[in-house]
T-cell receptor, first 114, second 115 residues
Framework: KAGVTQTPRYLIKTRGQQVTLSCSPISGHRSVSWYQQTPGQGLQFLFEYFSETQRNKGNFPGRFSGRQFSNSRSEMNVSTLELGDSALYLC?????????????FGEGSRLTVL | AQSVTQPDIHITVSEGASLELRCNYSYGATPYLFWYVQSPGQGLQLLLKYFSGDTLVQGIKGFEAEFKRSQSSFNLRKPSVHWSDAAEYFCAVGGSVRGYQKVTFGTGTKLQVIP
């Protein structure tokens, strides 16, 4: 069974641009969560989607948005990039929901904002 | 609100020595507790989880953790560390927040293993 796939793995953007990150969950998993990982803040929860519906959202500004498609693939978008958005963005999928079972993580998309 | 504290940012142990990584949580009810490991350049992998029952939980790679409700702790242990255990370890708590499921991670403990 293929794991969680995130694309792109690395990207460099400049301030003010926008970026879209993609996540393909494990086949059959309907829950997809997104996390931002930085050295100082650890893993910060962005949002969680289940069957195309956002079920939970973290404390991030509206510049951060996401969606989930009918095949459970998910995208997150960050508009008007700031230097502080530089981070590793991790996607995790699970069969039922994030706290009822194991989260399966992708390798992440490392975003650098210059 | 649920939260997790990992008081040790960085720990160094000798290969073959025992290991204990500390984790304290805050949650109003019985929590779901997890330990994850992240190797450099990789995502996180689940080591073990506690939902209910026996408070001593066995995981992969020879790790175990003990849930102590009275101390709000879920410390991770391994009797003999291998060089390949060098990684960052995250404790996490899961629960319902306003009816929604949420997992909150600690800030992580980076483990260095010296020969």
């Amino acid at each position: 069974k293929a794991g969680v796939t995130q694309t792109p793995r690395y990207l460099i953007k400049t301030r003010g641009q926008q970026v879209t990150l993609s996540c393909s969950p494990i086949s059959g998993h309907r829950s997809v969560s997104w996390y931002q990982q930085t050295p100082g803040q650890g893993l910060q929860f962005l949002f969680e989607y289940f069957s195309e519906t956002q079920r939970n959202k973290g404390n991030f500004p509206g510049r951060f948005s996401g969606r989930q498609f009918s095949n459970s693939r998910s995208e997150m978008n960050v508009s008007t990039l700031e230097l502080g958005d530089s981070a590793l963005y991790l996607c995790a999928s699970s069969a039922q929901g994030p706290n009822t079972g194991e989260l399966f993580f992708g390798e992440g998309s490392r975003l650098t904002v210059l | 609100a649920q939260s997790v504290t990992q008081p040790d940012i960085h720990i160094t142990v000798s290969e073959g020595a025992s290991l204990e990584l500390r984790c304290n949580y805050s949650y109003g009810a019985t929590p779901y507790l997890f330990w994850y490991v992240q190797s450099p350049g990789q995502g996180l992998q689940l080591l073990l989880k506690y939902f209910s029952g026996d408070t001593l939980v066995q995981g992969i790679k020879g790790f175990e953790a003990e849930f102590k409700r009275s101390q709000s702790s879920f410390n991770l242990r391994k009797p003999s560390v291998h060089w390949s255990d060098a990684a960052e370890y995250f404790c996490a708590v899961g629960g319902s927040v306003r009816g929604y499921q949420k997992v909150t991670f600690g800030t992580g403990t980076k483990l260095q293993v010296i020969p």
